[in-house]
């Protein structure tokens, strides 16, 4: 049973430049989220995808969309760089849209905006 | 508006001294609290879930239990090991989202 894997590890970007991020979720897993964990805080909720679909999102702005993949792999875009975007993005993945269930994190991309 | 506050921010303990962690919350529906475990360069690894006043889990040197109000992370005993940052977290029923609402965490350090 493979783990939930991320790509790249490590990301610098120029503000106003978009970036795109990637996660394979864990065999088996057909749920995804997103979460952005600043230097010192707790992870905030970005969105969810479930089936491919959108089904739950976080106080984030349109310029951070996804997408989930038919082999429930997922990716993160953010359009239009901001120095505040500067984080750490965690990818989730679990096997029934995350109600009651615990979350499979991966080890993240740290991304830097200058 | 939904709020959880982790105290204490930080925590050095003396390798065997037992101590407590506290997660008091405000949300408008409890669907369940989580306990989560974050090495430094690492994400969350999964240690526990509550659902409802009274309920306590346990795994190896740490304990969880839940009330009305807040949740305790008890950990016995401590070893080097257990030092990371510990997260808590709730999801609310209800909403449209079903992600989590996490606290800021207690950075935990354990010497030998």
């Known amino acids: 049973e493979t783990g939930v894997t991320q790509s790249p590890t490590h990301l610098i970007k120029t503000r106003g430049q978009q970036v795109t991020l990637r996660c394979s979720s864990q065999?088996?897993?057909?749920?995804v989220s997103w979460y952005q964990q600043a230097l010192g805080q707790g992870p905030q909720f970005i969105f969810q995808?479930?089936?491919?679909?959108?089904?739950g999102r976080g106080n984030f702005p349109p310029r951070f969309s996804g997408l989930q993949f038919p082999n429930y792999s997922s990716e993160l875009n953010v359009n239009a760089l901001e120095l505040d975007d500067s984080a750490l993005y965690l990818c989730?993945?679990?096997?029934?849209?995350?109600?009651?269930?615990?979350?499979?994190f991966g080890s993240g991309t740290q991304l830097s905006v200058l | 508006e939904d709020q959880v506050t982790q105290s204490p921010e930080a925590l050095r303990l003396q390798e065997g001294e037992s101590s407590s962690l506290n997660c008091s919350y405000t949300?408008?529906?409890?669907?369940?609290l989580f306990w989560y475990r974050q090495d430094p360069g690492k994400g969350p690894e999964f240690l526990f879930t509550?659902?409802?006043a009274g309920e306590e889990k346990e795994k190896e040197r740490l304990k969880a239990t839940l009330t009305k109000k807040e949740s305790f992370l008890h950990i016995t005993a401590p070893k080097p090991e257990d030092s990371a940052t510990y997260l808590c977290?709730?999801?609310?029923?209800?909403?449209?989202?079903?992600?989590?609402?996490f606290g800021k965490g207690t950075h935990l350090i354990i010497q030998p």
């Open positions: 995808y479930y089936r491919e679909e959108e089904n």
């Open positions: 989730a993945s679990s096997s029934n849209r995350g109600i009651y269930e615990k979350l499979f």
């Open positions: 509550l659902y409802s």
């Open positions: 065999s088996g897993h057909n749920t």
């Open positions: 949300v408008s529906g409890l669907r369940g």
């Open positions: 977290a709730v999801q609310i029923s209800g909403g449209g989202a079903d992600g989590l609402t």
